[in-house]
């Protein structure tokens, strides 16, 4: 449904640097400029989109279906032809472009041998993005109409206020307490200037140019239109735009940046020659990041009540209504370890270790991994605060070992460093790479595909704001650890479908479950030849093994309570693989 999609970006950036130094002060300070150009055809679906998710051909009054039972139903009614929404976009390419600017002072202060400070500042200030030839609009929920990009000011010609309170400080100190020992921190912000998040924050795409038609149905609708009928001539045609049926684009005018904290403290001390260890703590907190949902969530159905989704809307005069909303937050915190012994008579050794948590009120749209359920949209934009959760990249522990060996045989090693030319060929000169990782797993969302009369808008994807549907729940999901495999990792009988469409949102919280964990390791062995046709020659031969102990390592369960397969993992991590490689260097 997304193909044709393609973005073709040219960029302008110059740059100017100055450093120079006084005293005791090492400064710089400069300027960037970008001006990106980039036409973007991403509109879908181009080829038309049918949704079978109605279950309209569940016998009336009959018991809440299992899962089974709903993809049996929704398989019916694909067969009978009776699709619960259908949907068609016409073709478009948006010219867009916007500027940024950028200025900076830095100052690294030593203001004694121990102890240097770094200061800094940073001026930012992008453009909104505009459309080459004004074929852009956004809508405004003052006037409750669109409204046509002009030419004029930047603020014209985007439809977005442009954001110039960009200030960004920067923060440093090291202070060496001892020869082997050094204390550092520091704190910064960072501004968010670009999110590019498919076709969903894109206001070129946007009726009346872009019809996105999104039409849900029912087959007591007087305007029912069976698979067999195709798609109405002229549903996406710019001048038949009906806002009865097309899904529109909102970005508040007074969007500002979405920016990011971040600061850090450290302690590494030498502990022997060549061996260091580094202890850190790493924090950052994000605001005004985006959220996509609906702006023109319909309530749910009232007991006993099927009215249709648009009949249940706020806003009667509009269909769905994308909004990239900037309400979303973040943070992290992470404990940090390193131990290093730098490459020594053949021998190095790192391991990093992370102990961290973080915590979010969306997810990033398309970024999702496969089967993880998570989401860029809210289960309702009336309760974003329900959001709050572990971040769908939470990864609470991280332990990766690095060893290089050069074993001590052959020319210039340790031992038989005076083997014949041949012996040395086979015996001397080989080199071992181990990589070991360990991973805990990473948090998984539930979700549920609710039949028609539970819905509150269009099948949208996230990043259009589709709702995020998850079902009730009645305990810890998670099945023991004792009794936990492949077959049985989310306990189903406390995972329930609800039942009363005035209540489609379950209690389920966003990102409750994990995936399992990964152990890995990957072994490379490797030796330099040298020829003697040419001094300087030589052939590397590189042998690696990924996963070399072929250790399973399963991937995400299924999370989707519809499913028949729910909380079963039938996909895994690849299975060892082993690659060989020569090298000729000269």
Known sequence: ATNPQWQHPTVWNPKVNYSFIKGR???????????IH????????????????GQFSRPAGSAAPSAADSQAYNLADFLFGARSEYQLVNFYIAKY?????????????????????????????????????????????VTNKLIPAKSGSIADRAQINPDRDNWAPRLGFAYSMNPKTVVRGGYGISYIHFNRAGG???????GPQVVIAAIAQR???????????????GLTDPDKFSPLLSNISYIPRDTPSGYVQNWSFSVQREIMRNTVVDVGYVGNSSNHLVVFADYNEARPNRPGENASIQARRPNQAWSAITVTFPAARANYHALQARFERKFTNGFSFLNSFVYSKAIDTTGQALEAQGGSGGRSSPQSFYALS????????????????A????????????????????ADYVLGGWQLNWIHSMWSGQ??????????????????????????????????IMVPKGQRNQDNWIDPTRVVIPTDPSQPFGNAGRNIARRPGLVQADIGIQKSFVLPFREGMAIQFRAESFNAFNRTNFANPQMNRSNAGFGQIRTNFPARQVQFALRLSF
């Open 25 to 35: 002060h090492s400064m710089k300070t400069g300027y960037e400029y970008q001006r």
């Open 38 to 53: 980039t036409e973007i055809q991403d509109v879908n679906p181009l080829y038309g989109n049918d949704l079978y998710a």
């Open 97 to 141: 472009r916007q500027v940024m600017n950028y200025f900076y002072f830095q100052d690294d202060f030593k203001i004694t041998k121990k102890l240097t400070l770094n200061l800094g500042a940073r001026y930012e200030y992008a453009t909104p993005q505009w459309e080459a030839g004004n074929v852009l609009s956004n809508f405004d929920p």
């Open 200 to 206: 969903g924050n894109l206001l070129g795409i946007n």
């Open 219 to 233: 087959p007591t609708d007087t305007s029912f239109r069976p698979t067999q009928a195709g798609y109405p001539t």
């Open 386 to 401: 329900a959001e709050r959760a572990a971040s769908d990249f939470d990864q609470r522990f991280n332990n990766t070992t």
């Open 403 to 422: 060893v290089i060996y050069e074993l001590p045989f052959g020319k210039g090693r340790k031992y038989a460093s005076s083997l014949p030319l041949a």
């Open 443 to 476: 948090p998984v969302n539930l979700s549920y595909n609710p039949a028609a009369n539970f819905q509150v808008s269009q099948t949208l994807p996230d990043w259009r704001g589709g709702i995020s549907y998850r079902p009730n729940v009645t305990g810890d």
